[in-house]
C-alpha cells in the first residue's frame, strides 16, 4: 500500500531535550516537505527536499532541522525544542511532474513541549 | 509568503444536497491549485486538483472551478453525505517556488 508513515504519533517532551520525527514513503517520490498545522494558521511549511541531499528552507524554518541522506525517509529534527513547538506536525511526500503534483500526507505527530 | 484562504470558516448543509465551499488565492503566478480533506486525527487527504491552463474539472460527485480573472477556486460536492463532513483546504504550488501554500481550512458538516 502508498503510503506516508511518520512515528510517533504523539510525544510529549520537556523544553530543551532534542527529539526526531521519522518520515518514510514508500512511492519513490522525489519531493518530501513537512508541515506544521496550528489552529486557524492552516498548514505551514517547515523544510522540503526536492532530492537525496538537496533541502531548503521553508515559511517556518526556525528551530528545526531536516536531513535527507536517503530518498525514502526524512526526519525532522528539533534539537532544543520550546514550547512554541507544540503543534501537529504533517510529513507529505510527492512527485513533481509525474502526472499529478499532488502531495500525499502522513497521519501526523501532535507533539506538546512542556 | 503568499496567502491562500477561505471566505467561510463553517458551512453546514443538509444531507443530499450540494456543498459550494470557496477560496481566495492572492498569487496569479499559481501553477496549480488541489483541494484536501481532512477528517479528525487524520491527514489531509488529496480530494481534486487542477492547472492554472484549465477552468473547470470534474471528479466523482466532486466540481472544482478556478477563476483566475478574480483569483477564485471552489470545490463544489454534490449530494453531500454525512461521510464528506470534514475540514477541506485549499492549496496553490508555484513550479518556480517549489512550494505549496494552504489555506486555513473550512468545516463542513452535513446534517442528516
Known amino acids: 500500500e502508498a503510503q506516508v508513515t511518520q512515528n510517533p504519533r504523539y510525544l510529549i517532551t520537556v523544553t530543551g531535550k532534542k527529539l526526531t520525527v521519522t518520515c518514510s514513503q514508500n512511492m519513490n517520490h522525489e519531493y518530501m516537505s513537512w508541515y506544521r498545522q496550528d489552529p486557524g494558521l492552516g498548514l505551514r511549511q517547515i523544510y522540503y527536499?526536492?532530492?537525496?541531499?538537496?533541502?531548503d528552507k521553508g515559511d517556518v524554518p526556525e528551530g528545526y532541522k531536516v536531513s535527507r541522506k536517503e530518498k525514502r525517509n526524512f526526519p525532522l529534527i528539533l534539537e532544543s525544542p520550546s514550547p512554541n513547538q507544540t503543534s501537529l506536525y504533517f510529513c507529505?511526500?510527492?512527485?513533481?511532474?509525474?502526472?499529478?503534483?499532488?502531495?500525499?500526507f502522513g497521519p501526523g505527530t501532535r507533539l506538546t513541549v512542556l | 509568503g503568499e496567502s491562500v484562504g477561505l471566505h467561510l470558516p463553517t458551512l453546514s448543509v443538509q444531507e443530499g444536497d450540494n456543498s459550494i465551499i470557496n477560496c481566495a488565492y492572492s498569487?496569479?503566478?499559481?501553477?496549480?491549485f488541489i483541494w484536501y480533506k481532512q477528517e479528525s486525527g487524520k491527514g489531509p487527504q488529496f480530494i481534486i486538483d487542477i492547472r492554472s491552463n484549465m477552468d473547470k474539472r470534474q471528479g466523482q460527485r466532486v466540481t472544482v472551478l478556478l477563476n483566475k480573472t478574480v483569483k477564485h477556486l471552489s470545490l463544489q460536492i454534490a449530494a453531500t453525505q454525512p461521510g464528506d463532513s470534514a475540514v477541506y483546504f485549499c492549496a496553490e504550488y508555484m513550479y518556480n517556488f517549489n512550494k505549496f501554500y494552504f489555506g486555513s481550512g473550512t468545516k463542513l458538516n452535513v446534517k442528516p
Open positions: 498569487n496569479s503566478a499559481s501553477d496549480y
Open positions: 507529505a511526500s510527492s512527485s513533481p511532474g509525474a502526472g499529478t503534483d499532488t502531495q500525499y
Open positions: 527536499s526536492m532530492n537525496v541531499e538537496v533541502t
